[in-house]
């Protein structure tokens, strides 16, 4: 008997401890009302879960340089997608549709990709 409740305890710990891992975050950082175009050189890739991330320099206006970070999905939504871990490589320039961050920072959510051979992934 002891050990089933033994058993038992581990297996609610268990539950309990996983709950948080599971968490996401929501997309309200992200201004889904705008929508930007950038163009630029890809700096990294990082194909990595949670999320997969692109990095590119863009040069504004003013000629300053800066580097947005660009949120995409998971691997598996990538994959599926068309995009893998060398679809992108540091020197491409390309050019990315995103929802940008709501606090003004560089960065955003992608909407399209058109990556430097021409193809478009969504």
Known sequence: ????I??????????VISGPVSAHHSHSMFD????????GTVTKFSFLNPHVSLFIDVE???GEMVNYWIEM??????I????GQKTFQPG???SVDIWPLRDGRP?????????????KYE
Request: proline fraction near 2%.
């Open 1 to 4: 008997m002891r050990a089933i």
């Open 6 to 15: 033994r058993i038992g305890l581990t297996v609610l710990a268990a539950l």
């Open 32 to 39: 889904h009302d705008r929508e930007v175009t950038l163009t």
């Open 60 to 62: 504004r206006e003013d």
């Open 73 to 78: 999905s998971n691997i598996p939504n990538m």
């Open 80 to 83: 599926r997608r068309g995009i």
């Open 92 to 94: 491409d320039v390309i």
């Open 107 to 119: 960065g955003g959510n992608y909407i399209t990709v058109i990556a430097a051979d021409g193809n």
